[in-house]
């Protein structure tokens, strides 16, 4: 079995640190997850920098990485302006993003839900246009922080509309930790009957993020995002932590069995470099116990 991790460090990892870090340290942390052998990296989010001022500078980001041949490099949107200013970097994927839950999906993006499945609508037909690959990232749809529990049946229905657009990819999103296996299974199972790759983007809030990510699997998803170290989380949820680590990630995978063509020694390099970059100790915890060989099974 195949795994597709994208490491989303450089965006999501980066947005809620208290260090603002230099486009250059940034570009520098998306060129050391490549040559670890990350398949896809989130390098970038083309968001309104008064609001997410570490985010500032996308584009002094992407002009600054060196780019590896069979490596996707991605960019976040929220809306038609963040495409459109993804679309003059050259990246090879836009990442849209919206939340399943009106009052998150107000206070990350400014508008409705509604509003917001037609702007993806539209992005997907003009990325395709553009000649772009385009995953859709469905927010909150394992919980809100504001509204709480979030019925599935609107999440399926919301990426039913999706899907019809045309996207290459969707991606389920338990944005502040909240989801248990069992909203995994029902979740991932039900949008892989949808026809296109499903993904999961989980956080580790309440520790339950790697029984989902194994969960997401055993139900049929193809790609997870990680983020090196484990950090990250969101500026407008509430006691929102990390995203599932990916060396993390990467060991359980290997351990069971299953390809991500990601070199785990590479990767631990890399968070222990973010480590010294950011002055803190991070969330991960293998990059601080190191690997081990299991058992052959």
């Avoid at 041949?69 to 970097?89: H, I, K, S």
């Avoid at 055993?218 to 680590?245: E, K, Q």
Wanted: aromatic share 6%.
């Amino acid at each position: 079995m195949q795994i597709t991790i994208c490491d989303v460090g450089p965006r999501d990892g980066l947005q809620n640190d208290p260090k603002v870090l230099d486009p250059e340290v940034r570009a520098e942390l998306v060129n050391r997850l490549a040559a670890a052998g990350l398949p896809r990296v989130e390098a970038v989010s083309f968001v309104n920098s008064a609001r997410v001022p570490q985010m500032a500078g996308a584009e002094e980001v992407v002009a600054a990485i060196d780019r590896v041949p069979g490596v996707v490099y991605a960019g976040l949107a929220l809306n038609d302006r963040g495409y459109d200013r993804l679309r003059e970097t050259g990246l090879d994927e836009v990442h849209f993003a919206f939340a399943a839950s009106e009052e998150f999906n107000r206070r990350n993006s400014g508008a409705s839900v509604e509003e917001s499945v037609q702007s993806g609508e539209r992005i997907v037909s003009q990325a395709h246009a553009d000649g772009i690959r385009v995953t859709v990232t469905i927010g909150t749809a394992f919980g809100c922080p504001f509204e709480g529990a979030i019925d599935p049946e609107r999440v399926l229905e919301i990426a039913a509309r999706i899907v019809a657009s045309g996207t290459d990819e969707i991606v389920l999103a338990d944005t502040v930790g909240v989801g248990v296996p069992r909203q995994v299974r029902h979740l991932v199972s039900e949008a892989a009957k949808l026809g296109k790759p499903v993904g999961v983007h989980l956080h580790n809030t309440r520790s339950t993020g790697f029984a989902n990510a194994y969960e997401a699997i055993a139900s049929g998803a193809t790609v997870l995002d990680a983020s090196v170290g484990g950090i990250g989380g969101c500026p407008f949820a509430p006691r929102a932590t990390g995203n599932i680590s990916t060396e993390d990630l990467v060991y359980m995978l290997h351990g069971e069995g299953i390809e991500t063509g990601v070199d785990l020694d590479e990767l631990i390099g890399v968070a222990q470099w973010l480590e010294g970059v950011l002055g803190r100790q991070l969330e991960g915890q293998v990059y601080r116990a190191g690997t081990f060989a299991p058992v052959a099974g």
